[in-house]
């Protein structure tokens, strides 16, 4: 092992989206102007300039507008901590300047509807101490071995139980609908004279066809037939026939990660990064062994289960069922003399087999009312109410004006969130905790919240509601006749 680690290093990339909230933890489409407070910001302070160069390649826009990303440098691993640190403060310092939080969650749990979407991409790079071109067999070996494991960590990391204000169904709500993210193939070499350029490419790429050195019909990286980068596992740079990466440097060459959630405390994310360096290190040293690497059997499967269910999913090896907490185990108790080999130990629950949302707990969902809440679910959103007791309406100037019990009040059926989060210093949200829901009808002269005790008179969709006026109007048509 000691041989092997002398001849080959690694570093690690981190490219994380994270969120911009207001005051009361909801989304603000505000990324241009925290980059602006961050562009000056660093040119103000040439010691923060510094230290963003060291650990930052740059900060990058989404496409929400509520949503900035920082992503590293390649780093060895003892510096990766720190980087992460730096880049969410650095992005978390600009927003209080404007009175402003972030958000490091993957969904909002309210707003993400399921969209929009934020992840954690790890990228593993390989190098040759000696700076000598790396065999594409190398990347190959890591590529499969990491991807052989993808449930694993799925389950490790999955902590996106809730989408739109309601539990999903998914512990990585994230993964489940993600239209970006295509499930990944089993790497293969390939001798490709040519690559086919795919339509749907066109505007990152001009050409229709590209031909490869015709002296080697050079061998390519191939981990999905046309292509693609947007997978949950995929190799990087110009060995491979990503269309992107074809101008590439060699020295960008490297095995991206996007399976994973991103983790709120950043000891969960350490050792994820911890975790797949020695699942890198393992594919290296079968290699080098001579072993051949199969993909596991019924791998995509166990990959679906483990975004159903996290860690609480089993598995299918074979004819057998076993538990993820089981496979975990049994995959960190493999790893653990590649861990220590890189001179690494878990300091997470993650040691303990604990992800993140199990340590923390579930975030809790406080519904005032279940009737409204499936009224709202069902589209019958037009309603009238009999009021169970003395209410205030809100009118749209701002004034209160009291409402009887039993009053009657008709309107359209709204409903808003109040949130609780742990966060720090004013300036991060970590974990949402609880989201409560309350229910509230718009009338033509203001607002009027709604209790439990108060009896739904009737409730429509828009569509019956829409009918019935027009029925009206042909009826009263007929009768003017």
Not at 231 to 254: A, F, H, M, Q, W
Not at 275 to 299: D, F
Not at 459 to 465: D, G, L, V
Request: proline share 4%; charged share 30%; glycine share 4%.
């Amino acid at each position: 092992m000691e041989s092997l680690l002398s001849r080959y290093k690694f570093r690690v990339g981190i490219e994380e989206e994270l969120f911009i909230v207001n005051s009361r933890g909801f989304l603000v489409k505000a990324a241009e102007p925290v980059s602006k407070v961050l562009a000056n910001m660093l040119r103000e302070s040439s010691e923060l300039l510094e230290i963003a160069r060291k650990f930052l390649f740059g900060l990058q826009w989404e496409p929400n507008p509520s949503q900035i990303e920082y992503v590293t440098h390649p780093l060895p691993i003892e510096a990766i901590r720190e980087a992460i640190i730096f880049g969410r403060e650095l992005i978390a310092k600009a927003a209080k300047k404007l009175g402003l939080l972030i958000y490091v969650g993957s969904m909002h749990p309210v707003q993400s509807s399921p969209f929009p979407i934020n992840g954690t991409h790890i990228n593993i790079s390989v190098w040759r101490r000696n700076n000598r071109k790396l065999p594409i067999r190398t990347l190959q070996y890591v590529y499969n071995n990491i991807r052989n494991h993808l449930p694993e960590l799925i389950s490790l990391s999955a902590n996106t139980p809730i989408c739109a204000g309601e539990y999903s169904g998914f512990m990585s709500s994230r993964l489940r609908f993600s239209r970006v993210l295509k499930k990944s193939s089993f790497a293969k070499l390939r001798r490709m004279p040519l690559s086919i350029v795919p339509r749907s490419k066109r505007t990152t790429f001009k050409y229709i066809i590209l031909f490869n050195k015709p002296k080697k019909q050079e061998y390519k990286l191939v981990a999905h037939e046309t292509g693609s980068r947007l997978l949950d596992i995929t190799p990087r740079g110009p060995i491979t026939n990503i269309v992107e990466d074809y101008r590439k440097s060699i020295r960008e060459t490297r095995i991206e990660i996007r399976v994973f959630d991103n983790q709120s405390d950043e000891r969960f994310l350490i050792d994820l990064i911890k975790i797949t360096l020695a699942l890198a290190l393992e594919g290296l040293h079968k290699m080098i062994r001579g072993e051949r690497i199969k993909e596991k059997s019924n791998l995509i499967e166990n990959r679906d289960r483990a975004i159903r269910d996290g860690i609480d999913a089993f598995f299918l090896f074979g004819n057998e069922e076993i538990s993820a907490y089981e496979a975990v185990e049994e995959m960190i108790e493999r790893v653990s003399e590649y861990l220590d080999a890189l001179g690494l130990k878990l300091e997470s629950p993650l040691a303990k087999l604990q992800p993140e949302i199990k340590y923390y707990g579930m975030p809790k969902i406080l519904d005032e009312n279940d009737i409204l809440r499936r009224l709202i679910l069902r589209g019958k959103n037009i309603i009238r109410v009999k009021l169970g007791s003395n209410r205030k309406l809100l009118d749209y100037f701002g004034n209160e004006i009291n409402l009887p019990t039993n009053s009657v009040v008709g309107g359209i059926l709204i409903r808003d969130y109040k949130l609780k989060w742990v966060g720090d210093d004013s300036k991060i949200i970590r974990r949402f905790t609880e989201i409560r829901k309350r229910y509230w009808v718009m009338t033509t002269d203001g607002y009027v919240r709604l209790m439990s005790n108060d009896e739904i008179i009737e409730a429509k969709s828009a569509a019956e509601y829409l009918s019935e006026k027009l029925e009206m109007m042909y009826l009263n048509e007929k009768i003017n006749d």
